[in-house]
């Protein structure tokens, strides 16, 4: 005869960052050519907590692995939510979760991660492209929590590609720019004057957070946080020369060859590192750097993160000089 339900202990969340097996609970379509799908852990009990701005990696059965923003409430503790545009010419994750994932199907789940957190603020300015609004959604619902005022600039192609749209377009705090009817979105009047106390937010194509880094320029250093999906235009690219690479807590010293990565060198050495993009975007291979100045080739620190030099993407990023420790 088993325990009252009053003396049964519920099931401890998931660490964060731990890798599980989650079943796919719901599915719904948001948009056209966009689904979202709620993952509950396979064995029952809470999924892994989590905050606005946070991704997962989703390890799909077809040998792909995926990051996806995180679009639900972290208060909803039964499942994680994630949208996934069908992007037709990538490389088959998203055709795979749209045409072939079903209810019921189980998949790995790393994280959640976050390099994208919503700093404490009077208010903000949130700037989505397309399927760039789906970490926007939980920051502006920890905003409002929070009392801080913000509004919402949204753009895409028409009003049916635009995921959210029915949730959003009846706040007067939001401005719904369907290019088909409307045209590009208007960066150089919204972000014209700075807003002291203010912060921006943006997420979607590279083209439209490079001409929103134009746009802001007046605004105070750090006033700009962005994410993106794929690699900035402007990093350095190139084999680069080779280096040293000191393993601290390995006891390795190890030469990294032109046109290979840290990551692959460590990898052959036999130390393990997580990792997920391979091309600076995702997060999964940060390390830290106890010595040496890296040539920073990612596309998720930020400037200031950068110059601080204290830790590093080792999945593409290099070094200045001759000799780099890092804790690994």
Known sequence: MGLPSWMVEPDPAP??????????????RLAE???????????????PGWEPGAHVDLHLPNGMLRQYSLCGRPSEVDGLR?????????????????????????????????????????????IAGGIGITPLVPMMAEAEEAGADWTLLYGGRSRR?????????????????????LGLLDLATALADPRPGTLIY?????????????????WPQGALHLERFK???????????AFEVVLQRSGLT??????????ATVAAAGVAVPSSCEEGTCGTCETIVL??????????????????????????????????????
């Open 33 to 47: 050519g966009v689904v979202e799908l709620m993952l509950a852990p396979a064995a029952g009990g809470p999924a």
């Open 82 to 126: 994630v949208a996934v545009l069908r992007e037709a010419d990538g490389r088959g994750g998203s055709i795979y979760l749209h045409d072939e994932a079903a209810e019921g199907d189980v998949i790995e789940v790393s994280g959640p991660r976050n390099h994208f957190a919503l700093e404490p603020a009077a208010g903000y300015l949130f």
């Open 254 to 263: 190890l030469t990294v060859e032109s046109g290979r990565s840290i990551l």
């Open 291 to 328: 010595a040496g100045e890296p040539e920073h080739r990612d596309s998720i620190l930020s400037p200031a993160e950068q110059a601080a030099n204290d830790c590093m993407m080792i999945c593409c990023s290099r070094a200045r000089g001759e000799r780099l420790v890092l804790d690994l």
């Open 202 to 218: 943006t997420c979607g194509p590279e083209p439209l957070l490079a001409a929103i880094e134009g746009a802001a320029t007046a």
């Open 15 to 28: 660490a964060v960052g731990e890798t599980i097996e989650m079943r796919i609970a719901a599915r719904r």
């Open 161 to 181: 590609s635009m995921a959210f749209l029915a949730e959003l377009e009846a706040d007067p705090r939001v401005t719904i720019v369907p290019e088909d009817e």
């Open 231 to 241: 690699p900035r235009d402007d990093v350095p690219d190139g084999p680069g020369t």
